[in-house]
């Protein structure tokens, strides 16, 4: 066994706003098995199926998924009484893969996954009648059937490869985690599925799950370096682990321009509040399709729009608004991340009151309003004083 030719893991870039998993894991439960008594996730609540990931670049939305999988399964043994619930690959992939040659990061998936959420496989099949994945059929997504039901993590955290008991102790409480190995020192990896631990050739290891035969394997630890089991040294990074029963299954609703208008058409009271001279595209969150979905689908709506200085939220309201001041150049879809939210009361906005929406984000990026916020209050002083 060597490492795979397909490498579809990035390296995850350092990022302190990561959540860790030693912060919430607590002392190691009463009854987890020790290295020498050996878990197996799938021996105690059943197997995966056995799939390969044939020429894509998916691993980290196969591996992720698996580790998904397993959590909802326990989940719905415990609260619903059902069977499987198999997320799709392809769903997560095909939103997360980095162009031009593919792949992707761990980190962007369980973002998605708490973000957005992803779809069950039956609406977006990863295999349809058992043909081998491609990378082309990995990214591919215009077949997604109607009324698509998925499921978000409310919670997910962060590894270090150095603390094998917080490795183990997710796999034991979290039903296994996700996690990759790399080339010693290289960028790129292989992400997989940890489903257990023990001792292995007489050393402590990890037992995984690959997308690759034999779909069993392990991973062993040796003067606190990690080799594959034919003694291939590796690093392992990007190890990362969602709380388990902390799941929302919910159908998403596509929002329409017309369906905006229409909502916007209705608050008379709130266009009142506004001049009409702020030219300000308008969109209604319902929870389940994000600012940056609504931008990319209206792409051509915010290039005629120009650029935009910011994203308000009218206070007590699912409205949001791209401002899109005219003296600014023709806008980026991409720039919409890190975007600032402002929040404005209908009742202040003539004396261009301006309140921070505190724990608002835009999909995978934390708010640093601070920053700017005299340059708004000078903005929106301007505009509300014409």
Not at 57 to 62: I, T
Not at 313 to 320: A, E, P, S
Request: proline share 5%; hydrophobic share 35%.
């Amino acid at each position: 066994m060597t490492i795979p030719r397909q490498l579809g893991c990035r390296r995850d870039p350092v990022d302190t706003r990561d959540k860790q998993y030693t912060d919430v894991m607590g002392a190691m439960p009463v009854g987890m098995p020790s290295f020498k008594e050996g878990y197996d996730v799938e021996e105690r609540f059943g197997a995966l199926p056995d799939n390969s990931q044939g020429s894509a670049y998916d691993c980290v939305a196969e591996g992720g998924t698996e580790d998904l999988n397993m959590t909802i399964k326990v989940f719905c043994l415990s609260v619903r009484k059902d069977d499987w619930v198999f997320l799709s690959p392809r769903d997560a992939y095909s939103q997360i893969y980095i162009k031009p040659n593919g792949a992707a990061s761990p980190r962007d998936f369980y973002k998605l996954a708490n973000k957005v959420g992803v779809c069950e496989d039956r609406f977006l099949p990863t295999r349809p009648n058992g043909q081998p994945l491609t990378e082309t059929f990995a990214r591919k997504r215009d077949d997604l059937l109607p009324n698509p039901i998925y499921w978000k993590i409310r919670s997910y955290y962060s590894i270090s490869s150095t603390n094998i008991q917080a490795i183990t102790q997710a796999i034991f409480s979290n039903h296994g985690c996700g996690g990759a190995y790399f080339p010693t020192g290289g960028a790129m990896g292989h992400f997989i599925f940890f489903r257990g631990y023990g001792m292995h050739n007489g050393r402590m290891a990890l037992k995984y799950r690959d997308t690759y035969e034999p779909f069993t394997k392990w991973i062993y630890l040796k003067d606190n370096n990690y080799y594959l089991q034919d003694g291939t040294a590796i690093d392992l990074a990007g190890i990362w682990t969602c709380e388990a029963g902390d799941w929302k299954p919910y159908q998403k609703k596509e929002v329409t321009t017309d369906m905006v208008r229409k909502c916007w058409q209705k608050r008379k009271d709130l266009r009142d509040a506004f001049p009409a001279s702020l030219n300000l595209i308008c969109y209604y969150d319902n929870s389940s399709y994000s600012i940056y979905d609504w931008a990319r689908d209206h792409y051509d709506e915010l290039l005629e729009a120009q650029d935009f200085s910011g994203i308000v939220k009218i206070k007590g309201t699912n409205f949001y608004f791209y401002v899109a001041p005219e003296s600014k150049p023709v806008c980026s879809v991409q720039e919409l991340e890190g975007k600032e939210i402002t929040e404005i009361d209908p009742s202040e906005a003539p004396d261009y009151g301006i309140n921070l929406l505190d724990g608002r984000h835009l999909d995978f990026v934390e708010l640093t309003l601070i920053e700017t916020l005299w340059n708004y209050l000078k903005l929106f002083f301007n505009w509300f004083s014409r």
